[in-house]
C-alpha cells in the first residue's frame, strides 16, 4: 500500500483482556518500529525490528507487552492481561532504511486502545 | 541519556505572522534532532532534520528550524503561518550516536493559528 495501515483503528478491551495490534508497513520497508503515546505526551519508543529481527525492545514497558515480525513485514504488538495504564495510541512506522529516523519514518495514523 | 523539551503547551500565531515553536535539548555527543507534526486522526509526518552541516535546516511545508550550539536549542520556524499550519508538533533527538539509537520526543507542543 501507499502508507502504513494500522489495525484496529480503534480497540476498546476489557481489563484483564488480551489485545493484538496489527501493523502493515510500507512494502519493502527494512524498518519498523512500535511507539506508545499517552493522552497529551509525546510518542514513547517501544521496540524496533530490522526485517524480522527485533534489535532493541528496551521500551517495552512489561513482559505482558510482546512484539512480533515473524517474516520480515507485517508486525503485531500483543498485550496480555491488559490494564488501564496501557490506555494511549499506539503508532508503528517504517523505513526504508535499517537504523532508527536517519532519515525520517513514515508514520501509521495508530491505533487508539481504551481499557475499561 | 539524550532528552529533548518543549516549554510551551501551545502557542497562537495570527495568520500571516512568523512563527515559533521552541525545543532545547540536552545529548552528549553530537546531537542528531528532527521536527514531527501531528494533524488530527493522521499519523506522525516527518518535517526536517538536523545532523550537521549548516545551522539552519529546511523542511517540509515552508518550515525551517535553526539549529544553535551554545544554546542547545533547535526552534522550528515559518515565515508566515497558515492557517492549516494548525497542529501537534513535536521536536525528537537521537538517543545517541549508533544508527540503531531509539528516537525520544518531546510532549509537543499545540500551535493554533489565527485566522
Known amino acids: 500500500g501507499a502508507g502504513v495501515s494500522q489495525s484496529p483503528r480503534y480497540k476498546v478491551a476489557k481489563r484483564g483482556q488480551d489485545v493484538a495490534l496489527r501493523c502493515d508497513p510500507i512494502?519493502?520497508?527494512?524498518?519498523l518500529f512500535w511507539y506508545q503515546q499517552a493522552l497529551g505526551q509525546g510518542p514513547e519508543f517501544l521496540t524496533y525490528f530490522q526485517n524480522e529481527a527485533q534489535l532493541d525492545k528496551s521500551g517495552l514497558p512489561s513482559d505482558r507487552f510482546f512484539a512480533e515480525r515473524p517474516e520480515g513485514s507485517v508486525s503485531t504488538l500483543k498485550i496480555q492481561r491488559t490494564q488501564q495504564e496501557d490506555s494511549a495510541v499506539y503508532l508503528c512506522a517504517s523505513s526504508p532504511f535499517p537504523g532508527q529516523l536517519l532519515y525520517g519514518y513514515t508514520f501509521g495514523s495508530g491505533t487508539r486502545l481504551t481499557v475499561v | 541519556a539524550q532528552s529533548v523539551a518543549q516549554p510551551e503547551d501551545q502557542v497562537n500565531v495570527a495568520e500571516g505572522n512568523p512563527l515559533t515553536v521552541k525545543c532545547t535539548y540536552s545529548?552528549?555527543?553530537?546531537?542528531?534532532l528532527f521536527w514531527y507534526v501531528q494533524y488530527p486522526n493522521r499519523g506522525l509526518q516527518f518535517l526536517l532534520k538536523y545532523i550537521t552541516g549548516d545551522n539552519l535546516v529546511k523542511g517540509s511545508y515552508g518550515f525551517e528550524a535553526e539549529f544553535n550550539k551554545s544554546q542547545t536549542s533547535f526552534h522550528l520556524k515559518k515565515p508566515s503561518a497558515l492557517v492549516s499550519d494548525s497542529a501537534l508538533y513535536f521536536c525528537a533527538v537521537r538517543d545517541g550516536e549508533n544508527r540503531d539509537d531509539k528516537i525520544i520526543f518531546g510532549k509537543g507542543t499545540r500551535l493554533h493559528i489565527l485566522p
Open positions: 545529548v552528549s555527543g553530537n546531537p542528531y
Open positions: 512494502s519493502g520497508h527494512v524498518s
